[in-house]
């Protein structure tokens, strides 16, 4: 999917100003505010003493919330890409999540060299839909989402998912939230990640958190839509959060392997 023409800038964590995440040993000398702001937060359970800001690549402020809100968990802080609304738009036209999220995230940590840039490539697959909305989920009330160039509203997308499952029971609503997560550096992937959420797609919106198709889905272990829980709640449950995690992990195993 295409970011939106309206990029929006991930202004409020936009702040790196110098001191954006290194994942790399030895890489970046902390400014002293940075040292205390990491050193302070590891006890809150970092994941190791190297990590501090991660960049992610996303014109999406309800990812970056979404990510936010993983990384708080772990006393980890993200950042937007200096100056991504000015960047140029990638073209999402994979046809799997993975081909998206690498494309993104190859292409974006072209502009901050030497960085890990985090992007990823999401959607909700609808089984009585067989799979859709998928890769186009963020421009389904499009005419024809896969040829559309800009992603249409949130609100229009839900009312569409809404109009196809009209009268279905329970019990065929059943999908799922897939979020593939790309790492990359300097052009290259250097790992995906893949988190999954399964739910069930209410008949009519519920809570006022969240963003794209949350107030639609129920979360059953937890008897909660997505957009009734706050971004760190989500993070637990959600397949950003499962990405997220893994992606965390295997920072920690890199790091402590001297691999990156
Ligand atoms: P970027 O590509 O700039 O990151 P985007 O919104 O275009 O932003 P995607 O192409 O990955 O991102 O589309 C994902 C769409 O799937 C998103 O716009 C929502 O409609 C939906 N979606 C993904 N994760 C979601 C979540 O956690 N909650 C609700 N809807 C989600």
Avoid at 46 to 58: E, H, P
Avoid at 136 to 147: F, G, I, K, Q, V
């Amino acid at each position: 999917m295409e970011a939106p023409n309206n990029h929006v800038a991930p202004a409020p964590f936009d702040s790196a100003q110098g001191r954006l995440c290194r994942l790399s040993r030895g890489q970046l000398a902390p400014a002293p505010q940075a040292r205390r702001l990491r050193d302070s937060r590891l006890e809150g359970g970092a994941t190791n003493r190297n990590m501090r800001r991660i960049l992610i690549a996303t014109s999406n402020p309800g990812k970056l919330r979404d990510f936010a809100g993983a990384a708080a968990v772990h006393g980890i802080e993200i950042a937007g890409i200096p100056n991504f609304s000015s960047l140029p738009l990638v073209v999402e036209d994979g046809q799997t999540f993975e081909e998206n999220a690498r494309k993104k995230a190859e292409e974006y940590s072209r502009y901050v060299s030497g960085e890990i840039v985090v992007a990823d490539d999401s959607g909700l697959e609808v089984d009585a839909l067989n799979g859709a909305p998928g890769v186009h989920s963020a421009r389904y009330a499009a005419d024809e989402p896969y040829l559309a160039d800009a992603n249409t509203d949130d609100e229009a997308n839900n009312a569409r998912v809404l109009r196809k499952l009209e009268n279905l029971p329970v019990e065929k609503r059943t999908g799922r939230f897939v979020c593939v997560l790309a790492a990359a550096r300097d052009g290259k992937t250097l790992q995906t990640f893949r988190g999954v959420a399964e739910g069930i797609i209410l008949n009519s919106a519920r809570g006022t958190n969240g963003f794209g198709y949350d107030p639609l889905f129920y979360f059953p272990q937890i008897q909660k839509t997505f957009a009734e829980l706050s971004a760190q709640e989500k993070s637990k449950y959600s397949h950003r959060g499962a990405a997220f995690r893994q992606f965390l992990d295997w920072c920690e195993k890199r790091i402590s392997e001297n691999a990156i």
